[in-house]
C-alpha cells in the first residue's frame, strides 16, 4: 500500500483547514445576512441583560395584564425631606407622602430629627435622619404640597427639595400601602402589650369572648372650637357614634367597641353602653399616643370621627371603616383645602354628620360673614 510522506500529510492538512475557513465563512455571512432563530434552543435559559426596575407595590402582576410599573434608577440621588408639623398623625402623613414622592422620582428622602422622635418611639421606620448641620447648608428649594397627589408632583426635578405642608391623602402613597404599612409596623412590645389587652376582653353580662374588635377613635380637644369657629364644621356627636356602631352589630357577629379619644370623660357620659359591648380603653394622653394608636390598629375594623390620627389608625387596621362624612357646610373654606374623596378610601362607609348645630351658633361664631 503506498504509504504518505510527512510533506504530503503536512499538505493535506493544509488543504483541509483552508477549506475548513472558507466554508465557515460562507456560513456567517449567511446568518448575518439572513439572521438566526435561537429562540428554541433558549427557552428554558433565556438570558437577559439585567435591568433596574422596581415595580410599586400592589401593581398587578399577574400574565397577560397591563400594568403601570415605573422604573427607577438603581440607586437614589439627590435630598429630599419634609418640615415635621402638626401631631402624631400629621407627622404620619408628611413620612408617608416624603417617602412615595421621592421613590417616584428618583430621590433619596431623608426626615429631620424632630420627626423621627416622634415615630420611630412607636414604628419601624426605616427612612435615615438628616443631620442638622446637613440641613443647614443643603441649597433647598421649599415646596408647598396640598392634600392631594397632583400630576406635577410626579415630574419633580430637584436634586434638594424640602417639602411643605400637611399631606395626609391615600393618593400620595396608596400604590405602596404595603411598604406604608411595613414602615408603620409597631414595635413588638407595644403590639405584644395591646393584644395582651384586647385578648382578656369579654362581652359584659355573658361573658362571652368577642368575635370582632371595632376599634373607635372620637377627636375632640381643639376641634371642638377649631370646626364651627374656623371651618363651619361639626366634630362626630353620640348620634354619629351610635349609628357607626350599630352599623358594625348589623354586619358582624358579637362585636366589641374599643373606644379611645382625647376626651375621654365625654365618651364615658355619651355613648350608649346599655348592650354591654363597649369598653372605655384609651387613656386620652395627647402627649403619649402611643398607647391609644396601637389598639386601634390592632382591632379588625374602625369607627373614627375627623382628624389624621383617626385616619391613619383605620388604614393600618384594614376592614371596614365608618368615618364622619360632609361634615361641614357647602360654603366652608375647609374644602378649599380638603377633598373627602381623596381622604377617604372608596369602600370606606360614610355618615353624614348633623350640622344643625352650626345653624343655631351666632354668626360670628359659625364664621359666616
Request: aromatic share 12%.
Amino acid at each position: 500500500m503506498w504509504a504518505l510522506s510527512r510533506h504530503h500529510l503536512c499538505l493535506t492538512f493544509l488543504l483541509v483547514c483552508v477549506f475548513s475557513s472558507v466554508m465557515f465563512f460562507h456560513f456567517t455571512q449567511d446568518i448575518f445576512h439572513n439572521g438566526l432563530d435561537l429562540s428554541a434552543l433558549l427557552d428554558r435559559h433565556r438570558v437577559t441583560n439585567s435591568v433596574a426596575i422596581t415595580c410599586l407595590s400592589g401593581t398587578p402582576m399577574t400574565p397577560n395584564i397591563s400594568s403601570t410599573c415605573p422604573t427607577y434608577p438603581a440607586s437614589l440621588s439627590g435630598t429630599w425631606t419634609i418640615i415635621p408639623s402638626g401631631r402624631f398623625g400629621n407627622q404620619m402623613g408628611q413620612y408617608a407622602t416624603l417617602l412615595a414622592l421621592a421613590q417616584l422620582n428618583g430621590r433619596q428622602a431623608f426626615i429631620l430629627p424632630s420627626m423621627h422622635a416622634v415615630l420611630a418611639p412607636v414604628f419601624r421606620i426605616t427612612l435615615p435622619v438628616l443631620v442638622p448641620e446637613v440641613d443647614k447648608h443643603t441649597p433647598w428649594r421649599n415646596l408647598h404640597l396640598h392634600d392631594w397627589m397632583s400630576e406635577e408632583y410626579a415630574h419633580l426635578n430637584d436634586p434638594f427639595l424640602k417639602l411643605i405642608g400637611y399631606p395626609c391623602s391615600w393618593t400620595f402613597f396608596h400604590h405602596l400601602r404595603e411598604q406604608i404599612q411595613s414602615e408603620f409596623t409597631l414595635h413588638d412590645h407595644l403590639r405584644e402589650q395591646t393584644q395582651g389587652f384586647l385578648r382578656q376582653l369579654r362581652l359584659a353580662g355573658t361573658g362571652a369572648i368577642p368575635r370582632t374588635f371595632v376599634g373607635v377613635h372620637v377627636r375632640r380637644g381643639d376641634y371642638l372650637y377649631v370646626m364651627p369657629q374656623h371651618w363651619k364644621g361639626v366634630v362626630g356627636d353620640h348620634v354619629y357614634l351610635q349609628q357607626a356602631m350599630d352599623w358594625f352589630r348589623a354586619k358582624h357577629e358579637a362585636p366589641i367597641f374599643v373606644v379611645t379619644s382625647n376626651g375621654m370623660q365625654w365618651c364615658r357620659e355619651n355613648i350608649n353602653t346599655s348592650k354591654g359591648d363597649v369598653i372605655f380603653a384609651g387613656d386620652g394622653k395627647e402627649g403619649s399616643p402611643a398607647r391609644d394608636f396601637a389598639l386601634l390598629t390592632q382591632c379588625n375594623h374602625t369607627v373614627m370621627t375627623i382628624g389624621t390620627f383617626g385616619f391613619w389608625a383605620a388604614y393600618l387596621a384594614g376592614g371596614d371603616t365608618v368615618y364622619l362624612a360632609n361634615f361641614t357646610l357647602p360654603d366652608s373654606n375647609f374644602l378649599k383645602v380638603f377633598k373627602p374623596e381623596a381622604a377617604f378610601l372608596p369602600e370606606w362607609v360614610g355618615i353624614n354628620a348633623d350640622l344643625s348645630p352650626l345653624r343655631k351658633l351666632p354668626t360670628k361664631l359659625s364664621g359666616k360673614a
